[in-house]
C-alpha cells in the first residue's frame, strides 16, 4: 500500500511487527554476548552426590557443554529455569550436559519432592556450600548467593558464561535467549 502523491510504501502493521522483533532480538543478542561477571576462568572442579547418592564429577562431562545452574527448590524462579532445562536436555541431548546443584537449607525430601512434580531428569546434586561459593566467588566480605545462577562450562572446563537471574537476563530464564546462547557455543565448538 502506498501513500497518495508518494512512492514510499507505508509501513504495515505486520512490517511493524517483524521490525519491533528484529530489534528486539538485537538487543538480546547484544546481552548474550556479554560474558557475565563470573565467567572467563576454569570451572571449579567437584563431585557431588545426587538424590540416589550417586557421584557426579565435572571431569566425567569433558568434551561436552554443561549447563550447571544453582537453585534452591522454595525459588519459583528456579522452578521454571528447571522446567526450561528440562527442555534444553531434551532439545540437544547428548551434546550438553545439564547438572543442578541444590543448596542448604534443601534437603533429600525437598529435593526428592521438587524432582517428582517438575519430572526432572538430570542430575540435581548436593552441596553443603562449598561448591556454590566457589563458582559464585562469595567471601564473607561478599557472602551473598542469589538463586537461580546458571554457568555455562565448554567441553575443555572454562565457564564461557554466567547468568545471575535479574531484569535483563530473564529472556536466560524464561525465554529462548539460552537456546541461542547454547546454539553459539555449539557453533564456536564445531568451528574447532
Known sequence: ???PGSSLPCLSSAKFDLMRYFFCLLASSALLLASGEL???????FSLPDLHLAQHDLQDYRGKLV????IQTTCPHCAQLTDL???VQAKYGGKVAVLSIALPPDTQATVAKFVAEHKVTSPLLFDC??????YLKATPQNPKANVPHLFLIDGEG???NDFGYAFDT???FEGDGLYAEI????????KK
Do not use: C, F, Y
Open 39 to 45: 565467567s572467563g576462568r576454569r570451572a571449579p572442579g
Open 67 to 70: 549447563i550447571l545452574d544453582i
Open 158 to 160: 572454562n565457564i564461557r
Open 129 to 134: 556450600g562449598q561448591v556454590s561459593v566457589s
Open 170 to 172: 530473564r529472556n536466560i
Open 183 to 190: 546454539d553459539r557455543l555449539l557453533a564456536a565448538k564445531a
Open 85 to 87: 532445562l528440562e527442555n
Open 1 to 3: 500500500m502506498a501513500v
